[in-house]
């Protein structure tokens, strides 16, 4: 597995609404034939995002069928792997963040790194932090 | 019906309206309150968005989630917003 998406990168790459969308999934369409996956985290990240008003408005999903969306996703020609981390979090990694958001994106990088690959990510501030352990998207 | 159960206070004038479209209707049995006042309020009160719902395509591995028309774009950052605060 070469990529690692991060909740966002998930969320822009299925949502037609989010501003990264166009970008999002030619990326992740390039990408996926030298292995991609999600973790867990990710996983339910993007479940709570699709069921999320905040977020969706008016065309929120069900449970099932934001189930039915992300296991489509993870299915056909590359399939993408569903990551469930074996380690604790370093201490190393996340005592740089600066702030309580950057909690999960640093966990994310470490899921990545853990698993051989880097996380595929839009956010500024991961990106500047571990420049190799992280791709831009968009 | 899985409905709610309540009590109006209508105005003269509506009240004499709901009566005569019931008459017009055909009646209590083909019109009843409860039909008339449902149907004004769906045609009023429902916007196109609350009924609105994201298209779905499920190709394997290439899904797509088209929302309903004008719906808001999303940001990273309200992604960001909705997940961690």
Do not use: C
Request: aromatic letters at 4%; proline letters at 5%.
């Amino acid at each position: 597995m070469k990529h690692l998406l991060d909740n966002d990168v998930f969320l822009a790459a299925i949502y037609r609404g989010h501003a990264l969308h166009g970008r999002a999934r030619l990326w992740l369409d390039a990408a996926k034939p030298g292995g991609w996956g999600v973790a867990v985290e990710t996983y339910l990240a993007m479940v709570r995002l699709s069921m999320n008003p905040a977020v969706m408005h008016a065309g929120v999903l069900t449970a099932k069928q934001a189930l039915d969306v992300v296991e489509a996703e993870l299915g056909g020609r590359h399939p993408g792997r569903v990551i469930l981390s074996a380690r604790k979090p370093e201490r190393t990694l996340l005592e740089k963040a600066v702030g309580h958001r950057q909690i999960m994106d640093f966990w994310l990088v470490q899921v990545a790194r853990d698993n051989g690959a880097k996380l595929a990510t839009a956010d500024a501030g991961t990106l500047a932090n571990w420049p190799a352990l992280t791709v831009k998207v968009g | 019906m899985n409905g709610m159960k309540t009590t109006l206070d209508l105005p003269a004038d509506v009240a004499r309206s709901l009566r005569l479209e019931s008459a017009r209707r055909g009646g209590r049995k083909a019109a009843s309150l409860t039909r008339l006042v449902s149907d004004a309020v769906r045609r009023v009160y429902t916007s196109p968005e609350a009924t609105a719902k994201s298209r779905l395509d499920l190709t394997p591995g290439r899904v797509v989630v088209t929302p309903p028309r004008g719906t808001p774009k999303v940001s990273s950052e309200n992604v960001r917003a909705a997940l961690y605060d």
